[in-house]
């Protein structure tokens, strides 16, 4: 499995950004997908994931901000992040879970000016 992660970028504080990540197979089966980051001389803590009959968890510091989509149709999932913080700066990564199996799009930079 390929994930392509696209989006990211340079943003103002209290801006959007919008992440996808398309899979090079068909989602419906997979256990979740969601997004990952981590920030200069942090650990990688997970973001947001989506399940297959569309359960979604947060982390506590993007609730309310972000939302986590999946469009089985295009083997796509959707990160929409609202009012940006500079503490959102980090390398985000898409994620997909298959039955044991972790699998990984590119690492993309998203970096909040304040």
């Known amino acids: 499995v390929q994930l392509q992660a696209s989006g990211g970028g340079l943003v103002q504080a209290g801006g959007s950004l919008r992440f996808s990540c398309a899979s090079s197979r068909s989602i419906f089966s997979f256990n979740f997908m969601g997004w990952y980051r981590q920030a200069p001389g942090k650990q990688r803590e997970l973001v947001a994931r989506?399940?297959?009959?569309?359960?979604?968890n947060y982390a506590d510091s993007v609730k309310g901000r972000f939302t986590i989509s999946r469009d089985n149709a295009k083997n796509t999932a959707y990160l929409q992040m609202n009012s940006l913080k500079p503490e959102d700066t980090a390398v985000y990564y898409c994620?997909?879970?298959?039955?044991?199996?972790?699998?990984w799009g590119q690492g993309t930079l998203v970096t909040v000016s304040s």
């Open positions: 994620n997909a879970k298959i039955s044991t199996s972790d699998y």
């Open positions: 989506i399940f297959n009959l569309d359960t979604t």
